[in-house]
């Protein structure tokens, strides 16, 4: 009968380990006794995406310059970072991915005619606030996707009573996913301000790494660039995201007659381990319930 092995460690190192996807029975601890540190997860994650790097980085019998002129270029130092995390994702997690298009014309028309009371000059909130806003009834409806995995064995996931909503901000050094806080307690005004300045910290890298960890659930949107559905990777430990692209005007059938509205394409990945299909579709129904009729006049300023 085989002997179990004993960790020492302390808590905050399992929850980085976790975070990162690392088993701590595969890590030889540097400390007396064997305990493991926080340095010992982070050698070990490295040793790991090295053999990746070179199982994958194998020479074929032909050079790329064999074929022409090319150039070698470094890859940005947040997108080495990420590549860890996102292998462990992509090959850990079974993603499913639903998508699903939202009418979102009353809640268009409603933000763009926000003005400001005093001067009568318009506000400008970005449709993903509102969305965020939307996600978080969602969640507190369907608290499974609030969760991640403690221990998939024994079947033990944690629900988290908080709401903090990762947004991916596209940057030159690649993407950055930091946390929103407690969006459930803030108005859509503050979440606009508060997003645009998380989002320049992202931009000139001046942002706490702990504002990367801590999730409820991620947004990734597309919106501001163009395309209609993808597959976002979740974002773990969470278990899942909602990626978002661009909106457009389509000829519908609507309250008995085809009209013009404006549709919002969603896709919504989750783990299949904690949450079935039919799950998702009951999340992205409601969503779309959130984002429709009349839902935007519910918001406070």
């Not at 996931?157 to 991916?168: E, L, R, T």
């Not at 299909?277 to 300023?301: M, P, Q, T």
Request: contains cysteine; glycine residues 6%; hydrophobic residues 35%.
């Amino acid at each position: 009968m085989s002997q179990i092995k004993k960790i020492f460690t302390t808590p905050k190192v399992r929850k980085f380990a976790r975070e990162l996807g690392a088993n701590l029975e595969n890590i030889v601890g540097s400390e007396r006794k064997g305990r493991i540190t926080q340095e010992d997860v982070k050698k070990f994650v490295n040793s790991q995406l090295n053999n990746e790097i070179k199982i994958n980085s194998e020479k074929s019998e032909f050079d790329h310059s064999d074929f022409g002129e090319v150039e070698f270029k470094e890859i940005s130092r947040v997108k080495k970072l990420a590549a860890p995390h996102l292998i462990k994702s992509w090959n850990t997690i079974p993603h499913v991915t639903h998508h699903e298009e939202i009418d979102i014309t009353e809640l268009e028309n409603f933000r763009n005619s926000l003005t400001d009371r005093y001067t009568g000059e318009k506000i400008k909130i970005t449709p993903l606030v509102f969305i965020m806003k939307a996600l978080v009834i969602c969640l507190k409806k369907f608290p499974f996707f609030n969760s991640s995995i403690e221990d998939i064995n024994s079947g033990k996931v944690v629900k988290k009573k908080y709401f903090h909503i990762g947004i991916a901000v596209d940057t030159k050094h690649g993407l950055m996913v930091p946390k929103i806080r407690d969006v459930n307690n803030k108005n859509i005004k503050s979440l606009a301000k508060e997003l645009s300045d998380v989002s320049e910290k992202c931009r000139k890298l001046k942002i706490d790494k702990k504002e990367f960890y801590g999730g409820s659930m991620t947004i990734s949107s597309l919106g501001g660039i163009g395309g209609c559905f993808f597959t976002p990777i979740i974002n773990s430990p969470e278990v899942s995201i909602l990626g978002v692209s661009r909106s457009k005007k389509k000829q519908i059938f609507y309250k008995d007659k085809f009209t013009t509205r404006t549709i919002l394409p969603i896709s919504l990945s989750y783990d299949h381990r904690v949450i079935d299909g039919a799950e998702a579709a009951r999340f992205c129904n409601e969503l779309s319930e959130n984002l429709g009729d009349n839902f935007a006049y519910k918001l406070s300023i």
